[in-house]
């Protein structure tokens, strides 16, 4: 699939459900909508969406991912709660409680999908409508989800491995920033497939910025050979590039995932490029998805996935996704 047709795909979703709002009644305009929660949206429609993550609180992937489900709802009429924990266990109870509080669908990103399996099969043989986001894609319909709005990680780790090779990258570190996460695990097989030479992965944590910097480092100035670092995550990778930095390494440094510091980095050649899976249509396609089923009775995907990337930002092209960026949606 190419990236115009993603674009136009996920723009004829997107416009779907807000013409449906468009012609509704007076009483279920969403220009009517109440003042917003903490942690939902504002609500004109009596529709509910439970988005339940992985994603740990201040995590700025995962702040994005919340932003546009909770602007899908604000645009929609339609109250979204948004609750996030990295351990399975935990993550398994918030969509347990959210399936009990009467809700019209769930999104669920699954990086350890062994872990939600359970609660995720629950849910659905409760009736309740579950698209999966982010992490989970092989195991989305298995498990009984209608789609699943993300990109392939092999696939993009693919895609990452041969531009890294093209770059003249032959010895390259994957660093792994959350244990357990099988979405990482897949970029960095990805990158091992097509790359053309030897794939190290590297374990940090993302919790703790500063250590997985000296980890890095420490690669780096033990072994001379290395000349590519690919991260997984934007505050790693600024992370990776002070490494880089301080260790006098001529490694080549690349990232999935991008934020506003990515960006500058891109910009100014640090980071040769950033794999963007464009968190932000994945709050809000899934809203608008499950909105269009909860009010005209549509289900979308025929389980299959809905790709929001991968999509790769160079220089360039990095100064026009920083605009987006510094409005909190890229």
């Known amino acids: 699939m190419t990236k115009k047709m993603v674009k136009v795909g996920l723009a004829a979703l997107i416009a779907a459900p807000l013409a449906l709002v468009g012609c509704s009644t007076a009483s279920e305009d969403p220009t009517a909508a109440g003042g917003t929660g903490e942690g939902g949206s504002g609500n004109s429609g009596g529709e509910t969406i439970a988005v339940v993550t992985h994603g740990t609180p201040g995590d700025a992937f995962w702040d994005v991912v919340k932003s546009g489900a909770e602007q899908a709802g604000d645009d929609l009429g339609v109250t979204v709660t948004y609750q996030g924990d990295g351990d399975p266990v935990e993550q398994s109870q918030l969509i347990q409680a959210a399936v009990a509080s009467d809700i019209d669908g ?3 990103s699954m990086s350890n ?9 629950a849910a659905v043989a409760a009736g309740v409508p579950v698209i999966t986001i982010n992490s989970g894609l092989e195991q989305s319909q298995e498990f009984g989800a209608q789609t699943h709005v993300g990109q392939s990680e092999f696939i993009a780790g693919q895609g990452a491995g041969e531009q890294l090779g093209e770059a003249g990258v032959t010895n390259l ?3 792994v920033h959350e244990a357990g996460n099988t979405g990482l695990e897949d970029r960095c097989a990805g990158a091992a497939d097509t790359l053309g030479g030897t794939v190290s992965n590297v374990q940090v944590d993302v ?3 500063a250590d997985a910097q000296n980890t890095i480092e420490s690669q780096l100035l033990s072994d001379e050979s290395i000349d590519g670092v690919l991260t997984l ?8 590039a002070q490494a880089i930095e301080s260790s006098g390494s001529a490694a080549q440094l690349a990232t999935f995932d991008v934020s506003e510091d990515v960006l500058e980095l891109v910009q100014d050649g640090s980071i040769i490029f950033a794999v963007d899976q464009q968190p932000y249509a994945q709050g809000y396609v899934p809203v608008s998805l499950l909105t269009l089923q909860a009010r005209n ?7 299959h996935p809905i790709y929001s990337g991968p999509g ?15 409005n909190g949606t890229r």
């Open 106 to 108: 769930l999104i669920v």
């Open 207 to 209: 919790a703790n910025v």
């Open 113 to 121: 999908p062994d872990g939600v399996r359970g609660a995720v099969e």
């Open 312 to 326: 790769f930002i160079t220089q360039e092209n990095a100064a026009q996704v920083a605009e987006f960026a510094e």
């Open 297 to 303: 009775g549509d289900v979308v995907g025929g389980g």
């Open 233 to 240: 995550n934007p505050g790693i990778a600024v992370a990776a």
């Open 173 to 175: 570190v994957c660093i």
